[in-house]
C-alpha cells in the first residue's frame, strides 16, 4: 500500500515592534490592556505579523513589508487579522493548509499568559483549523536588553503547512 505524504511546505517569520504611549497594545489580535501600546503603522500586533511572514515565507511569497508597505496610507492603524485573513486567503487559494504554527513571544511587559486562550482562538478561525493547531508561548528576557528594558517585543513564529 502506497502511503502518500502530500508537499509539506515550512515559514518562519519575526517581528518586533516598539512601545509608545498613548497607542493600543494588540497582540495576537487581542487587545490587552498595558500603560503603552505598540507603535507601528498598522495596529503593530508583532505577534500576528511574524505569523503572516511565516506564512507568506512557506508559500514563496515575498513578506509583509512588500505586500502591505506603510507607504499605504490605506494599511494605517490597520487592524492585524484583517491582513492575515489577506495572507491566509493567498495560501487557501494554492490549496495549503495549516498543520501548525508555533509562536513565542519575547516581552518583558505585558503579561500576555491570560490572553493566549483568546489569541489562539482568534488566529486558529483565520487559518481554519482548531486552536490546538495554534501555540503562543510567551517568554521575558530576564530584563536583558532592549525587550528587558521594556522598549518593545518581539515575537517569532514557525508555521508547517502541507497540501
Ligand atoms: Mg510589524
Not at 27 to 38: A, N, Y
Request: glycine share 10%; proline share 3%; with cysteine.
Amino acid at each position: 500500500m502506497e502511503i502518500r505524504i502530500g508537499e509539506i511546505r515550512i515559514g518562519q517569520g519575526i517581528d518586533i515592534h516598539a512601545f509608545e504611549t498613548g497607542r493600543r497594545c494588540v497582540l495576537g489580535g487581542v487587545e490587552i490592556p498595558s500603560e503603552r501600546g505598540l507603535l507601528g503603522h498598522s495596529d503593530a500586533d508583532a505577534l500576528t505579523h511574524a505569523v503572516m511572514d511565516a506564512v507568506l515565507g512557506a508559500i514563496g511569497q515575498r513578506d509583509i513589508g512588500t505586500l502591505f508597505p506603510d507607504t499605504d496610507a490605506s494599511f494605517k492603524d490597520a487592524d492585524s487579522i484583517m491582513l492575515l485573513q489577506k495572507v491566509w486567503s493567498l495560501a487557501e487559494r494554492e490549496g495549503w493548509k495549516l498543520v501548525n504554527a508555533d509562536v513565542t513571544l519575547l516581552a518583558q511587559v505585558p503579561k500576555v499568559k491570560p490572553y493566549v486562550t483568546e489569541m489562539q482562538q482568534r488566529l486558529s478561525s483565520v487559518l481554519g483549523c482548531e486552536p490546538s493547531r495554534v501555540t503562543i508561548k510567551a517568554t521575558t528576557t530576564e530584563r536583558l536588553g532592549f525587550i528587558g528594558r521594556e522598549e518593545g517585543v518581539l515575537a517569532s513564529a514557525v508555521v508547517l503547512l502541507q497540501r
